[in-house]
């Protein structure tokens, strides 16, 4: 993606919980609005002449507060999630975001609501359940981490079964079936199979070829 140049207003740099980075929020003067850039990607700072006035006492912080984590720039949406009975305790237990509310239901699942700033941090949440929430609204969210689920499950059938695995070694994917024992060891095809066994160097090459299928 080619780089762009932008007019900001800085505000407040962040920390991400999520993402372990650290991110500025200020007033984008190009798109007219606040934007959230993340600092490991500013390639080059120059610093103007010009001042501004900082945000109202107090503003960021409500702002802040519809984030899931860090992105306060989008729309704020209401997401309601329903939780299976097995894991509607650990959720309820969490204060997961200042705006939320629960409700449980008589068959012992849990609906789950909050208030936050658009779905791109929450999704990442969401997809940690896996297939114990279902996302009830808005529409968007829930069509796309079905999407994703979706493309997960089709990867996960095209990989090999059970049993075997696969290991890049120089380029090439080698299939390599596993076994039970560990002293079992296993040859690679560029390896003459009447090469002799080398022989170990020590107690730590022991260990080491016992660990790894491919020296």
């Known amino acids: 993606r080619e780089a762009e140049r932008r007019t900001v207003r800085p ?22 609005g606040l934007r ?13 002449p ?22 306060a720039d989008q729309e704020p ?3 309601v999630l329903r939780f299976v009975p097995s894991v509607a305790d650990r959720v309820a237990e969490t204060i997961w975001h200042p705006s939320q509310s629960i409700d449980r239901q008589p068959d012992g699942s849990l609906l789950w609501r909050a ?18 929430v279902e996302v009830l609204s808005p529409e968007s969210p829930r069509e796309d981490v079905a999407g994703r689920l979706r493309r997960a499950q089709v990867r996960l ?3 090999p079964r059970s049993g075997h695995v696969h290991i890049l070694r120089t380029g090439r994917a080698i299939r390599s079936r596993r076994s039970t024992s560990t002293a079992a060891r ?20 022991g260990r080491r070829r016992r660990g790894s299928a491919v020296p």
């Not at 702002?63 to 860090?70: F, G, H, N, P």
């Open 157 to 159: 059938d095209a990989c």
């Open 186 to 205: 296993s040859t690679a095809p560029d390896e003459p199979t009447s090469a002799p066994p080398r022989a170990a160097s020590g107690p730590a090459e």
């Open 11 to 32: 505000w407040l740099i962040e920390p991400s919980t999520q993402t372990h980075a650290l991110y500025l929020i200020g007033w984008d003067e190009d798109r007219a």
């Open 115 to 132: 208030t936050v700033s658009g779905p791109i941090e929450i999704r990442l949440w969401i997809l940690s359940w896996g297939d114990e």
């Open 50 to 71: 010009r001042r501004f006035e900082p945000p109202e006492p107090g503003s960021m912080e409500t702002l802040l507060r519809q984030a899931w984590d860090i992105i």
């Open 77 to 79: 949406i209401e997401v």
């Open 36 to 48: 959230t850039f993340k600092i490991e990607r500013i390639q080059a700072v120059t610093v103007t």
